[in-house]
Nanobody, 125 residues
Framework: QVQVVESGGGLVQAGGSLRLSCTVSELARVVYNLGWFRQAPGKEREGVSCISANGRGIWYTDSVKGRFAISRDNRKNTVYLQMNSLQPEDTAMYYC??????????????????WGQGTQVTVSS
C-alpha cells in the first residue's frame, strides 16, 4: 500500500518560516503529481500548491504567491513546501496529496486515496 507521510509543521511567529516535507513510499511505481492542501477550523479544505511529476508544472493559490515555494526530489520521492513570511491566516492543518491534476493554472484532486495524515501549522501574531 502506498503511503503519504508529511512532516515539518509547528508553531512559529508571524513573519517566520517553516518547511514542510512529504514522502511517498517507495512502493509507488508511479511518479505522481504532488501537492499541498490546507484546512483551517471551520473552513473548507483548499489547494495551496502543486508540482507536476517532471517539476515543470507549478501552481500556487493567490494568497501564498511570493511567500511559498514548492519543490521536489524524485530520487527521494519527496516534495517540499518552503513557507516564508507566514501570517496568522496561514494557520491550518496542511495535507500532502499525490495523484493530482496539476498544471500552471490549477490543481485538482479527483481521487479519495493518497492523502497524508496532516501536519499542523500554527502562526502566532
Amino acid at each position: 500500500q502506498v503511503q503519504v507521510v508529511e512532516s515539518g509543521g509547528g508553531l512559529v511567529q508571524a513573519g517566520g518560516s517553516l518547511r514542510l516535507s512529504c514522502t511517498v513510499s517507495e512502493l509507488a511505481r508511479v511518479v505522481y503529481n504532488l501537492g499541498w492542501f490546507r484546512q483551517a477550523p471551520g473552513k473548507e479544505r483548499e489547494g495551496v500548491s502543486c508540482i507536476s511529476a517532471n517539476g515543470r508544472g507549478i501552481w500556487y493559490t493567490d494568497s501564498v504567491k511570493g511567500r511559498f515555494a514548492i519543490s521536489r526530489d524524485n530520487r527521494k520521492n519527496t516534495v517540499y513546501l518552503q513557507m516564508n513570511s507566514l501570517q496568522p491566516e496561514d494557520t491550518a492543518m496542511y495535507y500532502c496529496a499525490a495523484d493530482l491534476v496539476c498544471t500552471n493554472s490549477h490543481m485538482r484532486k479527483d481521487t479519495s486515496d493518497l492523502w497524508g495524515q496532516g501536519t499542523q501549522v500554527t502562526v502566532s501574531s
